[in-house]
């Protein structure tokens, strides 16, 4: 896929969602490290429901831990795998205490050694939070990049490193949110809604359908690739 049409891409992307941002719910930086460690494996939905009602009783690194391990059980228990985030969010929330003052750090070196923080969650809380350029990849991304091929790779950390290289610069920020949204409810994993996509055009997935309609209208847009 070639430059001119990754910013096509990302032109109309940015259009269909002019307000790209994390369906988690948060209040502050702790809170969305909170909810990012949640939502392994999990819904964003699923999240929001445990954590509105968490927030509301502790929503700082000391109050999590003052929760204990089955007190933090018993808000995320609808969760998936609840029994070990809540382990790994109490060593979290002491970490943060014991060595960051209590507030979430803004390097990737020191929130990857917090428990419970990988690559992806950290680059979550670097983009979102910090507003670095960095690219989360999640089920989401790793399949609409190798699907449209935006960015193809054998393993999550190969496709972030192709969107890394090869987004346009005035879209890294917002890449992370554009794709996973339209992955989410458009190019979806079982059905990808080809009739209703903004790039329908342009998205190189050979097993795709085309409207005649859409053909029509970006006819001068398939010469790009």
């Known amino acids: 896929m070639n430059a001119e049409k990754r910013l096509e891409i990302f032109k109309r992307l940015s259009v269909a969602i002019p307000q790209p941002t994390t369906e988690l719910e948060y209040g502050s930086t702790f809170e969305l490290l909170i909810a990012v460690i949640l939502?392994?494996?999990?819904?964003?939905?699923?999240v929001n429901i445990a954590t509105r009602?968490?927030?509301k009783i502790a929503n700082t690194p000391p109050a999590i831990v003052?929760?204990?391990v089955a007190g933090l059980e018993s808000y995320i228990k609808t969760i998936g795998l609840y029994h070990a985030k809540a382990k790994n969010i109490i060593a979290c929330c002491t970490q943060l205490i014991q060595k960051h003052d209590a507030l979430v750090p803004n390097t990737r070196a020191a929130l990857e050694a917090l428990s419970g923080v990988g690559r992806k969650t950290a680059n979550v809380i670097l983009n979102t939070a910090f507003g670095d350029p960095t690219i989360a990849v999640d089920t989401h991304l790793f399949r609409l990049g190798n699907r449209t091929k935006l960015a193809t790779g054998k393993n999550v950390l190969q496709v972030e490193q192709k969107y890394l290289k090869t987004i346009p610069k005035e879209f890294m920020h917002d890449a992370h949110h554009l794709?996973?949204?339209?992955g989410r409810y458009t190019c979806t994993a079982r059905a990808p809604k080809c009739g209703e996509c903004c790039i329908v055009d342009l998205c190189e997935f050979k097993d795709k359908i085309i409207p005649k309609i859409h053909l029509m209208a970006g006819e001068d847009n398939l010469g790009l690739a």
């Open 39 to 46: 939502s392994a494996q999990a819904t964003d939905k699923g």
């Open 53 to 55: 009602k968490l927030f």
């Open 66 to 68: 003052n929760l204990g």
């Open 179 to 182: 794709l996973i949204l339209h």
